[in-house]
């Protein structure tokens, strides 16, 4: 891979679901690149395709009835969608971490935390189950869990949910991987632990030259800790720019909206704003933008033109036929 190409390429990404209802369009043509050492965010509300997205990189998607049907996923200049299953099992935990959004779930309930991790290692490192059990003590205190000598042995019911967290992330760190996955890691934890998870991201970072796709609703989150931001609605990205771009000149309705729906410290306790409305149902996707129904400045051509991502400022694109229109304009 040349040291200029990013590590991941994501190019017209789409994923479906076959399902006897209908064709549920899951993620519709998602386009990004993230380089080493680099944070990228993406964000929006639930089945928007942020998971999706990232259980389309590493190959997880169940078929039948979910497929990748258009797009490559390219990673290190490798089109991830043409490896097979046994390719992909020796990048997954090693090249790409994934930290899912339910640790509880996600940790096997009837095997101990020792087990679990030094079976990651020894899955993808060529090293003793003494070497891996002394890896495992390691990441166990990197991730600052108290006496990982005693908790190695406990199973993961024996753990509080952030607790479990840090397993999962001692997991996903396991074997040095270049890209990092987070799914919601900051869920229903504490603003405490919460602190502590995303400092430990950025330590890891700093130290790998790692990159990290964050997954998350929350825009505090994305403000700390990412680069740039993806704002995704309908399993579409709406915006895409720098982060501070975003926080001060974001322009896509649906953006602006879930950023006046964030509470503010103000003297004049305003009221939270909320967005009107549902998300569309993927199986019948509104004929222009999706975001329409619930848009306040819906004009007549949003009813009936989808828009494409136009390039406002460098750097920063907005799928909105007010910027469309604006675009077009100032080309004429």
Known sequence: MNNDSPLLAVKNLHTHF??????????????????????????GESG????????????LIPSP????????INFRGENLIKKSTGQMRKIRGKEIGMVFQDPMTSLNPVFTVEKQIIETIRAHENVSKKQA????????????????????????HEFSGGMRQRVMIAIALACNPSLLIADEPTTALDVTIQAQILELFKKMQEELNMAIIMITHDLGVVSEVCDRVMVMYAGKPVEFSETKNLFDYGKHPYSLGLMNSIPKITPDKQKLEAIEGLPPDLRDLPKGCSFAPRCKHV????????????????????RCLLYEETEKAVNT
Do not use: W
Request: proline fraction near 7%.
């Open 299 to 318: 004009m007549e051509s949003c009813l009936t033109t989808d828009p494409k991502l136009t390039e406002v400022a460098e750097g920063h694109h907005v």
């Open 133 to 156: 059990r002394e890896r495992a003590l390691e990441l166990l205190n990197l991730v600052g869990i108290p006496d990982p000598q005693k908790r190695l042995k406990n199973y993961p």
């Open 18 to 43: 076959l399902t006897k209802s209908g064709v549920v369009k899951a993620v519709d043509g998602v386009d990004f690149d993230i380089s080493p050492g680099e944070t990228l965010g993406i964000v």
């Open 65 to 72: 009835p979910g497929k990748i049907v258009d797009g490559e």
């Open 48 to 59: 928007s395709g942020k998971s999706i997205t990232a259980m389309s990189i590493l190959g």
